[in-house]
Structure formats: structure tokens, C-alpha cells
């Protein structure tokens, strides 16, 4: 899967600036996007694979980016794109399951990055019900863990390759970068500077 990276430096130092924003972010974060094959997949579909096929709670939030420090459950925003969903826990890191990955890819593509603030730094790649490209500790370079089919990652290890061994920030950017190089989806600044904003509360994700 080779990605049109021309304007990689450009769109890592675009989360750059993001994470210096939100720095909160930088401490635990869960980024999905899907890109349903289907058109008769909706939105409520998708949350339902996300919650473990139950329908979650939603609820309007007057501070999210405060407020989801206060729940016990993952608390998603939830973005829509050009064919695309973005799902983005911003909270704590609570990354997907493998069973919710492969269903979540029935029929849809779908891109996951997570970290938390013990480590866990993942990029994957899932499609047709199945996990079919994994990296772990991908911010330690050298000891980086994957799995599946090393060809779909392999832009993302160039990426990893053209940044200094400790550039930190710079990596989990990557990870961004790739995402968005891969389905066109970019989480926007903007979108995280909201009062009063709807949010879905995941109370069934490892069902």
C-alpha cells in the first residue's frame, strides 16, 4: 500500500502544532477512522461495532476535554469526512479490541493509532474482518513489534526512518500523518475547541 507522502514534513509538523495545542493528547488518545465500503453502513452502525453491538450513550458535554477525565468509560468525539468517520478518544488511551477491530472492518477499512500514558504507542490497519498490519512501540524505533503484512506500513517506517531517534512528538505526528496520507482524514484543530458538544460514551467496547 504505497501513500502519496510528498507533503509528509508539511502534515507532521501540522500535528506538531496540534499536540502543542492539546497537549493532552500527547498523554492518551485513541484515533480511529473508518472508510465504510458499503453505503448503506451508517453512523449509528458503526458505534454500535464500536460499543460490542449495543447501542452507547449519548450525551451533550459542556466541557468534554474536561469532562472526560471524570468518566471510566472511553468517551468518543465523533467526526464525519469524505467518505470517512473518525472516531477520537481523547482521554485516557483506550485503545480498540481486536474482536471490535475486526468487526468494525466487516465491509470498511480502518485505521487505528492509540498510546496511553504507560506506552502502548500502536498503529494498525485493519480490512474484510481481519487485522492486517500491526506495529507496536512504534515511537522506540529500534525495537518496534509488528505483525501481518510489513508492505501496508512500510511508508509509515520511511516516515519513523527520516525523523531523529528521539523525536518523540515527531513520531506520534507521524502516526497522524500516515493516517490522514492513507484515508484523507484530518483531525482538525478546531474541532477540539468546543463547548456543549455532543459526545458518545462507549459502555460495552470489549463486549
Not at 8 to 35: A, K, M, P
Not at 43 to 57: A, H, I, M, S, V
Not at 79 to 107: A, M, Q
Not at 108 to 121: L, P
Request: with cysteine; glycine share 8%.
Amino acid at each position: 500500500m504505497r501513500l502519496d507522502l510528498r507533503h509528509n514534513d508539511h502534515v507532521i509538523d501540522y500535528y506538531r502544532s496540534l499536540f502543542d495545542q492539546h497537549g493532552y493528547l500527547e498523554n492518551g488518545l485513541c484515533w480511529t477512522v473508518v472508510q465504510p465500503l458499503n453505503e448503506e453502513i451508517t453512523t449509528d452502525d458503526l458505534l454500535r461495532r464500536l460499543n460490542g453491538g449495543r447501542d452507547p450513550e449519548h450525551r451533550i458535554m459542556e466541557y468534554p476535554t474536561e469532562e472526560a477525565f471524570m468518566e471510566d468509560l472511553p468517551v468518543l468525539f465523533v467526526f464525519k469526512g469524505e467518505g470517512t468517520w473518525g472516531f477520537l478518544e481523547f482521554s485516557y488511551g483506550f485503545g480498540l479490541s481486536d474482536r471490535v477491530l475486526t468487526e468494525l472492518s466487516k465491509e470498511s477499512r480502518v485505521w487505528m493509532t492509540t498510546w496511553h500514558f504507560k506506552g502502548g504507542y500502536t498503529i494498525l490497519y485493519a480490512a474484510d474482518g481481519e487485522i492486517r498490519a500491526r506495529m507496536r512501540d512504534f515511537i522506540f524505533t529500534e525495537h518496534a513489534i509488528e505483525q501481518g503484512d510489513p508492505s501496508i506500513l512500510a511508508d509509515f517506517r520511511t516516515m519513523l526512518d527520516n525523523l531523529d531517534p528521539e523525536d518523540y512528538s515527531g513520531k506520534l505526528s507521524a502516526a497522524f500523518a500516515f493516517v490522514e496520507a492513507a484515508t484523507g482524514m484530518r483531525l482538525e484543530s478546531e474541532w477540539l475547541d468546543v463547548e456543549e458538544a455532543p459526545v458518545v460514551i462507549l459502555d460495552n467496547p470489549d463486549a
